[in-house]
């Protein structure tokens, strides 16, 4: 198999109390944007929160997990999916590759299909920079009705 891909997760604040459950069975079944990883082994290094808005421990958090091995670092699907979707995801995104050298990638687990219809009746992933951050956690519907 190889080396492991070291990898970190950093979650919303506002689910500060989440337990994780929904990525690390993404993780464990190589779903979502976790599918990225098929066939290798991987090893979690960090989990930790932004630290609310505007993330101020994404100054700090990237390097304890480089510290720990990190190579990639996933802004978790709450950042996504909750409402509203985190305001800073490209910052983050531009900043921790920048300050730190690790790869970014936007999603953990595959969306959930109670908020897929919710943001798609709001409307809320209508502007054209969501595809992009959206397409390795929008899979096919069984798979979101599998993580509601």
Request: charged share 25%.
């Amino acid at each position: 198999m190889g080396e492991p891909v070291r990898v970190g997760i950093i979650i919303c604040d506002r689910y500060r109390t989440c337990a994780g459950g929904k990525c690390l069975r993404a993780l464990r079944q190589r779903e979502g944007a976790f599918a990225a990883y098929q066939g290798r082994e991987v090893e979690l290094v960090g989990y930790t929160t932004c630290s609310g808005c505007p993330g101020g421990n994404i100054e700090y958090a990237p390097e304890e997990m480089k510290k720990n091995g990190a190579q990639v670092v996933h802004l978790a699907t709450g950042m996504l999916v909750g409402y509203p979707p985190c305001p800073h995801i490209d910052a983050f995104r531009r900043f921790i590759p920048e300050k730190y050298g690790l790869e970014v990638v936007i999603g953990t687990h595959p969306i959930p299909q109670k908020y897929y219809l919710t943001h798609e009746h709001c409307g809320t992933w209508e502007d054209p920079e969501w595809p992009s951050r959206l397409r390795l956690t929008l899979t096919d519907e069984r798979t979101r009705k599998a993580y509601d």
